[in-house]
């Protein structure tokens, strides 16, 4: 994960800018940014201010995860329109990738699972293989749905090339709108529900779905998922805990059964 996000921000020219400052006072209009900084190791933060370490950013960037903190994050917090460039908004979720995988087996089995919001998180097909269910992949963002659905649609492909056998999914489906749009007769009843670092209305979701899981991640990791949600619109998600009951925590994730 960290590897992933410094490339990020070495590759981000108003970030690589920031750096150069000794210290910035906790309550600027970009504190947030210099928290996820601080999470990462290229700040402390001592009183009031946030002060520079030695840390540097890694010599290999990546431009599109800068783009990322540049036309989306940092436009969010000073108040500016986010202009996105859904290829890197693509790019940023396979940062989750190892994580999703990991949220996933703990789900159990099921018959057929909605992913209640792709953006931030990204969560796709590793449902299926940990959960043997269908998915149903819902976003409001239709841009970086479409990435999805091609990177979907070439995955046995991808597969056989490596000599492994595909997930045992059956059936995938992706819808664009928001959770309150989706026909509740349309799939019939959800096995579970997953949502990640974004609100939703869960009133809507216990319509059609058994259960509802919310997923969020820690440190520096969850601060980027936020920053994004937020800054996407996607409104901001309840902490760990709240709201139901936690079945699973580490020192990188947490999962809520939403009651």
């Known amino acids: 994960m960290s590897t992933a996000l410094d490339a990020g921000i070495a590759g981000s020219r108003i970030i690589r800018i920031l750096l150069k400052q000794s210290e910035v006072k906790a309550d600027d209009t970009l504190g947030r940014l210099f928290h996820l900084l601080a999470e990462m190791g290229y700040f402390a933060k001592r009183g009031d201010k946030y002060k520079r370490t030695n840390k540097i950013p890694p010599p290999a960037s990546s431009r599109l995860l800068g783009s990322v903190f540049d036309d989306i994050i940092?436009?969010?917090?000073?108040?500016?329109?986010?202009?996105?460039?859904?290829?890197?908004?693509?790019?940023?979720?396979?940062?989750?990738?190892?994580?999703?995988?990991?949220?996933?087996?703990?789900?159990?089995?099921?018959?057929?699972?909605?992913?209640?919001?792709?953006?931030?998180?990204?969560?796709?097909?590793?449902?299926?293989?940990?959960?043997?269910?269908?998915?149903?992949?819902?976003?409001?963002?239709?841009?970086?749905?479409?990435?999805?659905?091609?990177?979907?649609?070439?995955?046995?492909?991808?597969?056989?090339?490596?000599?492994?056998?595909?997930?045992?999914?059956?059936?995938?489906?992706?819808?664009?709108?928001?959770?309150?749009?989706?026909?509740?007769?349309?799939?019939?009843?959800?096995?579970?529900?997953?949502?990640?670092?974004?609100?939703?209305?869960?009133?809507?979701?216990?319509?059609?779905?058994?259960?509802?899981?919310?997923?969020?991640?820690?440190?520096?990791?969850?601060i980027f998922a936020d920053l994004i949600a937020e800054a996407l619109g996607l409104g901001r998600g309840e902490e760990c805990g709240r709201g139901g009951n936690i079945t699973y925590k580490d020192g990188d994730i947490c999962i809520t059964h939403v009651s």
Do not use: M
């Open 74 to 222: 940092i436009p969010y917090l000073i108040g500016e329109s986010a202009k996105p460039n859904y290829e890197a908004v693509f790019a940023a979720t396979a940062i989750f990738q190892p994580y999703r995988v990991r949220v996933a087996d703990k789900f159990g089995r099921g018959s057929l699972a909605l992913v209640a919001g792709w953006l931030p998180c990204g969560f796709s097909t590793e449902i299926s293989a940990a959960t043997g269910a269908d998915l149903v992949i819902l976003d409001e963002h239709w841009e970086a749905l479409v990435l999805e659905e091609e990177r979907v649609s070439i995955l046995p492909l991808e597969l056989e090339r490596v000599g492994e056998s595909l997930a045992p999914s059956v059936f995938i489906s992706f819808e664009v709108g928001h959770l309150e749009d989706l026909p509740v007769d349309k799939y019939g009843r959800f096995s579970f529900a997953v949502f990640c670092h974004r609100s939703i209305d869960t009133r809507k979701a216990r319509e059609i779905a058994d259960k509802i899981y919310r997923v969020n991640f820690t440190g520096a990791l969850g």
